[in-house]
């Protein structure tokens, strides 16, 4: 979503293989400061990336994955990128993902919004089964 909004605003930008959220935040927010807002969420979602990309092994906790989806939702619901996505989905034969991007989240889609569920949640420790 970040790297179609920077291509279609500037496409003399080179983005080609930046994968890191950190290095496209600060490319899209010298194009347009509204994009500011965003960069807690950008910054967790990148503290996954070298982890599952490299694979060493981890565990993701439940409270974790809804902070991620939440945070995903809020930059998924971005004004800029919303107008985009109808742009490209009107004038580009681009299949959007439906408004109500909760359904995606199948379990969590209902209340990726809402903190997490338990004390143990909270706190960032494992429930136990």
Same mark, same amino acid.
């Given at each position: 979503?970040?790297?179609?909004? @920077?291509?279609?605003?500037? &496409?003399? @930008?080179?983005?080609?293989?930046?994968?890191?959220?950190?290095?496209?935040?600060?490319?899209?927010?010298?194009? %347009?400061?509204?994009?500011? +807002?965003?960069? *807690?969420? #950008?910054?967790? #979602?990148?503290?996954? !990336?070298?982890? #599952?990309?490299?694979?060493?092994?981890? @565990?993701?906790?439940?409270? &974790?994955?809804? &902070?991620?989806?939440?945070? #995903?939702?809020?930059?998924?619901?971005?004004?800029?990128?919303? +107008?985009?996505? /109808?742009?490209? %989905?009107? +004038?580009?034969?681009?299949?959007?993902?439906? *408004?109500? @991007?909760?359904?995606?989240?199948? /379990?969590?889609?209902? %209340?990726?919004?809402?903190?997490?569920? !338990?004390?143990? +949640?909270?706190?960032?420790?494992?429930?136990?089964?």
């Amino acid at each position: 979503m970040l790297k179609g909004w @920077i291509i279609n605003n500037n &496409e003399n @930008i080179k983005i080609y293989g930046i994968h890191n959220l950190g290095k496209l935040y600060d490319i899209i927010v010298n194009l %347009n400061s509204s994009f500011s +807002e965003l960069g *807690d969420k #950008l910054n967790n #979602l990148n503290n996954y !990336t070298p982890k #599952l990309r490299y694979g060493s092994p981890f @565990i993701i906790e439940k409270y &974790e994955v809804k &902070e991620c989806l939440k945070n #995903l939702k809020c930059i998924y619901d971005f004004p800029l990128i919303k +107008e985009l996505r /109808e742009k490209f %989905n009107t +004038e580009k034969d681009f299949v959007k993902l439906p *408004d109500n @991007i909760n359904i995606l989240f199948g /379990e969590y889609g209902h %209340n990726i919004t809402q903190p997490p569920d !338990t004390k143990e +949640e909270r706190n960032g420790k494992r429930e136990k089964s």
